[in-house]
Each structure stands twice: as C-alpha cells, then as structure tokens.
T-cell receptor, first 114, second 112 residues
C-alpha cells in the first residue's frame, strides 16, 4: 500500500513570495491533515479535512495560508505571501476516518524562507 | 500554550537496557494518547497508543503507561536497540476533537 505522498520535498523562497505544497493521501482515507513543524517543536495542526469539507482550521493563519481538497482526495496548501517565520516542515497526514484512527504521515516539505 | 510537555530533549541509553521516555499533559479533557517515532527526513510513524480508560498498553518491546491522576504517561522500550534511535513524540487527542496535540519530542540515542 502506497503511503502519503508529498511534493516538493524541499523549497527555498524569499519572503513575500508565494509557495504551494501538494499532498496525496493513502487511497481511501477520508480525513486529511496539514501540520506545521517548526524546528525544535512538535507538529502543530493547521487544517483538517473530512472528504472535501473543513473540520478544523482554527489554527490556520487565514490572512496568508489557504488550503483546499476539492475532490476529496489530494490537497494543496498555499502560503501567500510568505514570512520568515513560515520556515518549517509542512507535514501532511491521512487517516481512514475521524477520532482515534491512526494518522499516517508523509515525509514532509521543508520550506526555507529567506 | 504547550499542553503536552516532554521535558527531556534527549536521552542516551545502552543497547539492551531499558529506555524510559516521559510525557506530561495539562488538559484533563485529553482522553487518548499516542507515541510517534520520527527518523530524520521522514514523517512521524505511529508507535503505540493508550485510551484514558486503561493504565497500560503493551506491544512487543514497547509499553505505554498512563497515570491520569498525575497527568503523566511514559513509554518503555525493553530491550533498547540501536535502530530505536529516533525522535519520539508524545501526542494527545481531546475528547471532543480529532487533532493530535504534540509535545516537542525526545531524541533517543541507543549506543552499542
């Protein structure tokens, strides 16, 4: 069974530029999560989708971050414009359903904002 | 506010000995707890979990203990192996939510 796929693996941009990350979850998984992991910290949830609907986006900085999962499968996370403090690893995870279903993580995208 | 705390950033253990990783939480509404393991340049992988209705869960070399009154859980690895060297994250789920609330992680080094 293929795992969670993410691209790109690495991205370097200058502040005020835009960037987008892509995630393809495990086939059949209804729930998709985006986490931000800043160096030295644990991952922090940005947004959670159930199929193509948003379940929780309370910690998403909506003035600059946006995410979509239009067809209920893959998802994109966008930052526009980027700030220095957005430098982090962006992790995508998926699970079969909600609640305590195990979340499976992708390898992450390491973003550096200069 | 960090609701899940892992106060030891690193731990070094000899191969064959027991590794004990600790985690404290502040939110009494957390009712499900997990440990994830992370190798460099990879995403976290699920290791073991425990529901708040239990005080112990065991899976092979890994055992998680939960002390609800102290709001404390620990992960025991016996015996420790060099391949266990990784960063271990403690995480908790609120009884009305689904998101994982992670600690900062503990880097475990198992030396031969």
């Amino acid at each position: 069974e293929a795992g969670v796929a993410q691209s790109p693996r690495y991205k370097i941009i200058e502040k005020r530029q835009s960037v987008a990350f892509w995630c393809n979850p495990i086939s059949g998984h209804a729930t998709l999560y985006w986490y931000q992991q800043i160096l030295g910290q644990g991952p922090k949830l940005l947004i959670q989708f159930q199929n193509n609907g948003v379940v929780d986006d309370s910690q998403l900085p909506k003035d600059r971050f946006s995410a979509e999962r239009l067809k209920g499968v893959d998802s994109t996370l966008k930052i526009q414009p980027a700030k220095l403090e957005d430098s982090a690893v962006y992790l995508c995870a998926s699970s079969p359903g909600l609640g305590t279903d195990t979340q499976y993580f992708g390898p992450g995208t390491r973003l550096t904002v200069l | 506010d960090q609701q899940v705390k892992q106060n030891s950033p690193s731990l070094s253990v000899q191969e064959g000995r027991i590794s004990i990783l600790n985690c404290d939480y502040t939110n009494s509404m957390f009712d499900y707890f997990l440990w994830y393991k992370k190798y460099p340049a990879e995403g976290p992988t699920f290791l073991i979990s425990i529901s708040s209705i239990k005080d112990k869960n065991e899976d092979g070399r890994f055992t998680v203990f939960l002390n609800k009154s102290a709001k404390h859980l620990s992960l025991h690895i016996v015996p420790s192996q060099p391949g266990d060297s990784a960063v271990y994250f403690c995480a908790a789920i609120h009884n009305s939510g689904y998101a994982l609330n992670f600690g900062k992680g503990t880097s475990l080094l198992v030396t031969p």
